[in-house]
């Protein structure tokens, strides 16, 4: 098949400069930590990164039906000598994609007249959000109520059956990848010396191959529950790629009928794989907050009114380990205007989580850790350029973990359950939430001792500081989304402010009230479990005002980055 390829040669040289292709490299081949493993789990790495490539194959066939064929294209034009193949190649090596964002929240199109759908490859292409809740409506009236809960489930494909639909299980979609990701664990579990570790890689490794959801509650049960393990491998499943599986609550007849047949629209799992080595020293520093993680369950509002994952009052099944990252495919390592510095899973739809399972948080020690002379230079370009010079001295880059520990804690507090009802603003409603929390709850874990008052200001005025973005992001950038909101409700409520000339100052002593005020209208709207009250609420504080503006104006003049991609030198390595 032929193509046409949409980015002109010199748009492809001013995207892939270094200027504007920022790179994040992970774990090198000298690396100590790799060093030190023993040499069973050395030669179990090498299984984990060959199994995490294929992640690469599944997330570019949920993500467009056209993505591998374009990359075969690509890769012979590239042989041919084509320089505008070759450019192209990067970029949709770095995207994983023919269609992606950039950071300015423009969209990067590789492929002449390609078209971005909110159902992306997880329904058949051309299908809309119409004819799919008219379809649903009808298979519904005519009984086929157990083919439409599986359309709507979190984990199958949707295509075409004459006038009706069908869904695939993923185990049946993706057999081939599935079933190699399955041999490469198999062989790690042979090598590994963690019991424990092994344990899981086998029981992932059967859930992979078999169509039983109870195979994964499992596997995601174990996986929740690992600590003390050298080596980490994770098959992530996030839901921010589909925005079309949520729409079906905004059709009000299509709404009653799933409410009558007690069928809940879940959307569609996007399939990432992260592999690491556990850092003993940055993860024994994480297990300090976990103590603490009742007490902020007991200070989170509302609390009477809602069931949480974290106990106020017992242990609380949540580990947490800080990994230096090897390898990020698939979702994991899409770079679609940012990339994710740490996760919290399972997520609440997950069958785990009724089985007694519990939650895990994992911190991306190589892409938070930018501390290469440009990052630093950028950096302080932007602190001299968008804040106001005497609050320098609590800015400060380590401040930005910290928060982020309290972002990642927070999904396991607040409302259980519920939230797939908001549909389309359920993410953008939660990662607000995990950010409100955070600052929240920073009084209580001050008293406690978890933080000095001094190290209190720096997370405060950090996050001010970075609570500014380059562009107004789109309705589906969740986690960007969130972030004007912020910024527009802090300086409502006068927490934040801005001048004329885009400098931003921010009032310590009003941060926190603020952050608390934020997070009780948030879980109010979640307790709703209320489309319309979701969708009311985002757009109340999606605006982007002349304030917000004026940093944008002064971020883009200082920080010409458009683009980002990961590179894995040890996993490369390891592959081969």
């Known amino acids: 098949m032929n193509f046409e390829l949409n980015l002109s040669v010199e748009e492809l040289e001013k995207r892939t400069h270094k200027d504007y292709l920022i790179r994040k490299p992970l774990l090198k081949e000298d690396a100590e930590e790799y060093k030190a493993l023993a040499e069973g789990d050395k030669e179990a790495l090498k299984h984990l990164c060959k199994a995490a490539n294929y992640a690469n194959i599944i997330y570019m066939k949920q993500d467009n039906e056209l993505n591998l064929t374009f990359l075969e294209f690509i890769n012979k034009e590239t042989e041919k000598g084509s320089k505008q193949a070759e450019l192209t190649k990067i970029l949709f090596t770095a995207q994983l994609g023919i269609i992606g964002i950039d950071s300015e929240s423009n969209p990067v199109i590789l492929l002449k007249d390609a078209k971005e759908t909110d159902g992306k490859a997880f329904y058949p292409n051309g299908l809309t959000k119409e004819e799919l809740h008219k379809i649903l409506k009808e298979m519904l009236k005519n009984g086929e109520r157990d083919e439409v809960e599986k359309i709507l489930n979190q984990r199958t494909i949707v295509k075409r059956n004459g006038s009706k ?197 994992v911190y991306h020690r190589q892409i938070r850790t930018s501390n290469s002379p440009d990052a630093i230079e950028r950096r302080r370009k932007r602190l001299n350029a968008t804040l106001n010079p005497e609050l320098h001295k609590y800015y400060n880059p380590e401040a930005d973990h910290w928060f982020t520990i309290g972002h990642e804690n927070v999904h396991s507090l607040g409302p259980k359950s519920g939230t797939e009802a908001l549909g389309k603003y359920k993410n953008i409603i ?125 971020l883009k003049e200082i920080d010409k980055a458009l683009n980002g991609m990961i590179e894995t030198p040890l996993a490369d390595i390891l592959c081969k």
């Open 165 to 361: 639909l069908k869904a695939y299980d993923y185990t049946e979609e993706f057999k081939e990848e599935f079933n190699k990701i399955a041999d490469e664990l198999e062989l790690a579990s042979k090598t590994s010396t963690n019991k424990d570790f092994n344990e899981y890689l086998l029981l992932q490794a059967k859930a992979l191959r078999e169509n039983d959801p109870m195979l994964d509650a499992k596997a995601d049960k174990k996986w929740a529950s690992l600590q003390d393990t050298p080596l980490e491998f994770t098959i992530s499943r996030e839901q921010y790629a589909d925005l079309f599986t949520g729409s079906v609550i905004e059709d009000e007849e299509l709404k009653k009928l799933l409410e009558e047949n007690n069928i809940t629209a879940i959307s569609k799992d996007s399939i990432g794989i992260r592999v690491g080595i556990v850092n003993k020293k940055g993860t024994e520093d994480l297990l300090k907050v976990k103590h603490y993680l009742p007490l902020m369950a007991e200070n989170m509002p509302l609390k009477e009114q809602y069931e949480q994952n974290i106990s106020s009052e017992e242990d609380n099944l949540q580990t947490m380990v800080d990994v230096d990252i090897v390898s990020l495919r698939g979702d994991e390592g899409s770079y679609r205007g940012g990339i994710t510095i740490a996760q919290n899973l399972p997520n609440n739809d997950k069958l785990s989580l009724t089985i007694g399972g519990g939650r895990r948080n």
């Open 430 to 554: 939660e990662e607000n939430k995990a950010d409100m929390g955070s600052l929240a709850l920073l009084d209580c874990l001050t008293n406690a001792g978890v933080y000095t008052e001094e190290e209190k200001k720096q997370i405060l005025v950090t996050f001010g500081a970075n609570c500014f973005l380059k562009a107004k992001p789109e309705l589906s950038q969740a986690h960007r989304v969130r972030t004007v909101m912020q910024a527009y409700f802090f300086i409502k409520e006068g927490a934040i402010s801005v001048n004329n000339e885009g400098i931003i100052d921010i009032n310590i002593d009003k941060m926190v009230q603020t952050a608390n005020k934020m997070l009780t209208e948030i879980i109010q709207v979640q307790l709703s479990q209320d489309f319309n009250k979701g969708e009311e609420y985002v757009n109340k504080y999606f605006k982007w005002t002349d304030e917000i503006n004026n940093v944008s104006i002064k």
